[in-house]
């Protein structure tokens, strides 16, 4: 008797495993992957600051020029230059080719891919007008948005079937800097079409796009709210949208609240110091009078205080537009983790981050940077490190960042990590010395243009 009731605890055993390969089977066929329930997080693959390059082989314009987008990879693919883009210069097709490859074999279950904004190459428009041999400007913009469309049709290959949630950078307008309406315009349904896969209404997208570049979005059976700002507008002095936009960020947090979801919240241009100019004001001593700031002071202070009303509901921040590896502690419950660039223009390695996510807090836990080393063969993205292995801290993404900041300073081997890892593994164009590295690290943790002087100063 007990010889029987073993084999039949063995059946059952074999019919339950069996049973369990068929169901993970399935869930994989669905686009299941490791966001189905059975796993207690999910990845996110969060990429930046691509600046596409169209113009790196002037021989190829005349033929994009006249060619619909859907025959732009083929033209490209013709060209005689194979060489991804090197540190000083924007993202060529060989690279954004190798970039995307990461990402399709990155990308795992992620439910979705986030874009932190600038799709265009730098002074596009001076470059087209050059090659173009006149300033046509219906015929810059017609291209301006072929390149947008290139992008996002090439971006969307890589995750047919999941949504793209996308800001717009400085440089995604018509001209840098600028909240362009007629780029807006002329792109809204490109980004609508390509990227959001439903997940907003038509009309609604259109409402807060085409008056500023923002939206928000619902990730279905998620419970999260994702919303995406247009920081270029809060650069600005005077500006009656970038108000309005406020206004309407306070509106949605207030909602996501009063509904009980969660918030992710994207930008491009981070609040703070523009570290990267003002590392180049310090006098020999390392000491500032006075700091390059990313925002107007008002704007600034005003989202800083909408922030400090909703404490806990956004569970997720980030940017890019600094093309490096690096974060800011926006307020005691608020940590902006900014993504580096594909671009490898600012003397950065080309790299992009993806994510561990928690499946019952919406909050990151840990994330991977995956890089691609442009002084070694062979030419690919690998692994760079894991966030957690490399500082050796566990639990909440937001709370060990917060915990690093001060340990930046007293544990001389995390200082190390964190200034090799900034540039994503090069730094050699603008490196990071002793003398310049408290505008560095005093960047991390204050937010304010004074409390960031003196901070330096006091270093």
Request: glycine content about 6%.
């Given at each position: 008797?007990?010889?029987?009731?073993?084999?039949?605890?063995?059946?059952?055993?074999?019919?339950?495993?069996?049973?369990?390969?068929?169901?993970?089977?399935?869930?994989?066929?669905?686009?299941?992957?490791?966001?189905?329930?059975?796993?207690?997080?999910?990845?996110?693959?969060?990429?930046?600051?691509?600046?596409?390059?169209?113009?790196?082989?002037?021989?190829?314009?005349?033929?994009?020029?006249?060619?619909?987008?859907?025959?732009?990879?083929?033209?490209?693919?013709?060209?005689?230059?194979?060489?991804?883009?090197?540190?000083?210069?924007?993202?060529?097709?060989?690279?954004?080719?190798?970039?995307?490859?990461?990402?399709?074999?990155?990308?795992?279950?992620?439910?979705?891919?986030?874009?932190?904004?600038?799709?265009?190459?730098?002074?596009?428009?001076?470059?087209?007008?050059s090659l173009y041999g006149s300033q046509d400007v219906p015929a810059m913009q017609a291209f301006a948005d072929k390149t947008v469309a290139f992008f996002m049709n090439q971006l969307k290959l890589s995750a047919p079937d999941i949504p793209i949630m996308f800001t717009l950078g400085n440089n995604d307008s018509y001209a840098d800097y600028v909240v362009d309406s007629n780029f807006l315009s002329n792109t809204a349904e490109i980004f609508y079409t390509k990227c959001l896969n439903g997940t907003v209404d038509h009309q609604a997208f259109l409402d807060t796009f085409l008056a500023g570049g923002y939206y928000r979005a619902e990730l279905p059976g998620k419970n999260l709210m994702v919303i995406s700002l247009n920081t270029i507008l809060l650069m600005e002095t005077g500006s009656a949208a970038a108000t309005e936009q406020l206004a309407w960020f306070d509106a949605k947090l207030a909602h996501a609240r009063a509904t009980g979801k969660k918030v992710w919240l994207l930008m491009h241009v981070p609040p703070g110091a523009d570290i990267y100019s003002t590392a180049r004001l310090i006098d020999s001593n390392g000491h500032l009078a006075g700091a390059q700031m990313m925002w107007n002071p008002d704007y600034q202070a005003s989202f800083l205080q909408i922030l400090s009303k909703y404490p806990g509901i956004i569970t997720f921040t980030l940017a890019g537009h600094t093309h490096m590896d690096e974060y800011r502690i926006m307020s005691s419950h608020d940590v902006l983790d900014i993504t580096p660039g594909i671009s490898p223009r600012s003397g950065n390695n080309p790299a992009f981050k993806v994510f561990t996510v928690s499946r019952y807090t919406g909050k990151p836990t840990d994330y991977k940077s995956i890089n691609y080393d442009l002084s070694v063969t062979p030419e690919q993205f690998n692994n760079y490190y894991a966030f957690w292995s490399l500082y050796l801290m566990q639990g909440l993404l937001d709370d060990s960042l917060t915990q690093l900041y001060p340990a930046l300073v007293t544990n001389n081997e995390k200082q190390t990590h964190y200034r090799s890892s900034y540039y994503s593994g090069y730094n050699l164009l603008n490196p990071i010395t002793n003398t310049n590295w408290p505008v560095y690290w005093c960047g991390i943790g204050n937010m304010g243009e004074p409390e960031f002087v003196d901070c330096v100063n006091s270093y």
């Open positions: 008797m007990r010889i029987m009731n073993i084999k039949k605890i063995s059946i059952i055993r074999s019919l339950f495993l069996f049973l369990t390969l068929i169901l993970q089977l399935q869930l994989a066929a669905c686009g299941g992957g490791t966001t189905d329930t059975t796993t207690n997080s999910f990845p996110v693959v969060v990429i930046s600051d691509v600046h596409f390059d169209p113009f790196y082989d002037p021989s190829l314009f005349p033929a994009l020029v006249d060619a619909d987008v859907s025959e732009w990879e083929n033209i490209f693919k013709t060209s005689t230059i194979t060489t991804p883009s090197t540190w000083g210069s924007d993202s060529n097709y060989p690279l954004l080719a190798l970039a995307l490859a990461s990402i399709r074999q990155n990308k795992g279950g992620s439910p979705l891919i986030i874009f932190t904004g600038d799709i265009l190459v730098h002074h596009f428009s001076q470059t087209f007008y």
